[in-house]
């Protein structure tokens, strides 16, 4: 609330109605909370799309969850003059970024996961139809609502901040695949935003792990061993020799004579 409270009465200081923000100085407490965070899988995230009742509704969730988009900010203003079919983009416009040097508009591909949700609802949309989403477009306050209903006819539990959790999960999937500073350019967050508020650590993140195999140095039974799993390769055992063998093998050192011990020839002569 003091967040709200602060930019509150900074507008106002601004408009010229207050002298001064009661507010200034005053820290902000951290709005991180992880347990808010939820990941919503590629499985979960179809179960919905498939129990949505129309195209509408469809094309509502594939954005969210797969083009990342805002609800109610991105969705309501999108227009069909907005799809670049051609280039396979489309243009996003942000009231809550309006202020930044973008002007809040960014362009987002055409992932594959929204195409046909798009393209269904462009063949069914009147011609006369300028906006993408008539629901949103009705400032509909209903819609968070009527989508835990969805959720619910899914088999599914909602989690908290539905639509802003389905936002940062695509952009846990993005940032696996692409630069940080591509993916927030698609999302519309920056990269300090996007770590504290919505990149997650995933399920498959250890699956992935777990499956890596151990990184050994290659000798010549290491390989052998690789190149069939299934037959384990004996290490060769040391060659077994004798004691008396090992006995025989031992060198023994030569003496040296010194002068004194040298035999005299004229002596014996």
Known sequence: MIK???QFF????R???VAANPFDGVKIGSMANPNWMYFLTEEDSQKIIDTCPNA???LIVALA?????RCFAELGPLTWADIDWERGRFLVKSSKTAHHADGGRRWVPIFPEVRPHLEEAFHIAEPETGYVLIRTCCHDTNLITSFERIVYRAGLIPWAKPLQNM???RETELAQTHPLHVVTAWIGNSARIAVKHYLQVTDSDFVKTAELKPLVAKTAYTERALEDDSQPVEQPKPAVVSPRVQKESIKRPTPVLLEDDAPNDAASG
Do not use: I, T
Request: no cysteine.
């Open 56 to 58: 509408e509704w469809r």
């Open 4 to 6: 709200y409270a602060k």
């Open 15 to 17: 408009a010229g109605f």
């Open 65 to 69: 969850r797969y083009g990342g988009l």
């Open 10 to 13: 900074h507008a106002a200081r």
């Open 167 to 169: 936002r940062a999960s």
